[in-house]
């Protein structure tokens, strides 16, 4: 049972530049998170992907964006790049219910961004 | 808005020691609540959770978390923690029926003394 999948697991970026990072849902979920973890922080929440469309938005400004695939994979677009910007970002997956408890999110092993 | 707090920054102990970890939250509503774990160079995982029933509610590894709601807490407890417990714990929070939008404390690192 192939679990969440993020990539890439590092990378580099200048300011100003533009990033994209990928995730893939563990078999069988259809609802994707996004997180960004800074260091010596929990999680903060950025936004979450169900159905192709951006369902719940946390506080985060319009440079980051996201999309949800078909196949419920997902990106997460980053523009204009701050120095801030650099973080561990988390993708969680979850299926979603019908009636019952909030879903139960599954994280994946993140991508480290840092920004120069 | 709701926050967690989580009160200690890094705990050390010795093996057999006893663990626990303070969690409060502030939210007036209904709320469901997490435990999740980072070991060294692993991705989170959930420890255990509480949506409602019993408000003591047992997860993996021996862990177990007590709900108290007039306190706002929700701390996580085991009984003798080993080495292979060191790890960075964090609580979380979302409101009742969200299907989204975990809010996380800074979490707590954990380090055990063999």
């Known amino acids: 049972d192939a679990g969440v999948t993020q990539s890439p697991t590092h990378l580099i970026k200048t300011r100003g530049q533009q990033v994209t990072l990928r995730c893939s849902p563990k078999s069988g979920h259809d609802t994707v998170s996004w997180y960004q973890q800074a260091l010596g922080q929990g999680p903060q929440f950025i936004f979450q992907y169900y159905e192709e469309e951006e369902r719940q938005r946390g506080n985060f400004p319009d440079r980051f964006s996201g999309h949800q695939f078909p196949n419920y994979s997902s990106e997460l677009n980053v523009n204009a790049l701050l120095l801030g910007d650099s973080a561990l970002y988390l993708c969680a997956s979850s299926l979603e219910r019908l009636a019952g408890g909030p879903n139960e999110q599954y994280f994946g092993p993140g991508t480290r961004l840092t920004v120069t | 808005a709701q926050s967690v707090s989580q009160h200690n920054h890094h705990v050390i102990l010795s093996e057999a020691a006893s663990l626990e970890l303070g969690c409060n939250y502030s939210y007036g509503g209904t709320v469901n609540l997490f435990w999740y774990v980072q070991y060294p160079g692993q991705h989170l995982q959930l420890l255990l959770k509480?949506?409602?029933?019993?408000?003591l509610v047992k997860g993996i590894k021996g862990f177990e978390a007590e709900f108290i709601k007039s306190k706002f807490s929700f701390n996580l407890r085991k009984p003798s923690v080993q080495w292979s417990d060191t790890a960075e714990y964090f609580c979380a929070v979302t409101s009742g029926g969200s299907q989204g939008n975990l809010i996380f404390g800074k979490g707590t690192k954990l380090s055990v003394k063999p």
């Open positions: 509480y949506f409602s029933g019993d408000p």
